[in-house]
C-alpha cells in the first residue's frame, strides 16, 4: 500500500520560505508522477506542482518562479521548495501519487492521482 507523509509545513511571514517533504514507501517518486496540491479554507483543492515522466514539471501559474518541484531517488523523497510565500499561499498542501499519467492528462488535476498523503499546514502572515 503506497503510503505518503508530508513534512515541512509551519508559518512564515510573507516574503519567506518554506521547503515541504513528502516521504514515500510502496512507490517510486522518481519512476511515477509526483505532484503537490494545496487547499485553502473554503477552496477547492488546487495542483500546485508536478514532475513526471523524465523529469517534466509543471506549476501553477500562480507558484510559477517561485516553488519549484523536486525529488531524491536515494532517500525516495519528494520536495517542494516554496520561497517568496504569499498569504495566499495559505493552505493544507498534499503530496500524490499516480500509477501513471496519459499523454494528454493535465499533471495538476487531482482526479489523475490515487495515492495522498495527510497533508502539512502553510500559514502566512502579511
Known amino acids: 500500500q503506497v503510503r505518503l507523509v508530508e513534512s515541512g509545513g509551519g508559518s512564515v511571514q510573507a516574503g519567506g520560505s518554506l521547503r515541504l517533504s513528502c516521504e514515500a514507501s510502496?512507490?517510486?517518486?522518481?519512476?511515477?508522477?509526483m505532484a503537490w496540491f494545496r487547499q485553502a479554507p473554503g477552496k477547492e483543492r488546487e495542483g500546485v506542482a508536478s514532475?513526471?515522466?523524465?523529469?517534466?514539471?509543471a506549476y501553477a501559474d500562480s507558484v510559477k518562479g517561485r516553488f519549484t518541484i523536486s525529488h531524491d531517488t536515494a532517500k525516495n523523497t519528494l520536495y517542494l521548495q516554496m520561497n517568496s510565500l504569499k498569504p495566499e499561499d495559505i493552505g493544507m498542501y498534499y503530496c500524490?501519487?499516480?500509477?501513471?499519467?496519459?499523454?494528454?492528462?493535465?499533471?495538476?488535476?487531482?482526479?489523475?492521482?490515487?495515492?495522498w498523503g495527510q497533508g502539512t499546514q502553510v500559514t502566512v502572515s502579511s
Open positions: 510502496s512507490t517510486s517518486v522518481s519512476m511515477n508522477p
Open positions: 514532475i513526471y515522466g523524465a523529469r517534466r514539471t
Open positions: 500524490a501519487a499516480a500509477g501513471w499519467l496519459g499523454d494528454w492528462a493535465n499533471p495538476l488535476d487531482a482526479r489523475n492521482y490515487q495515492s
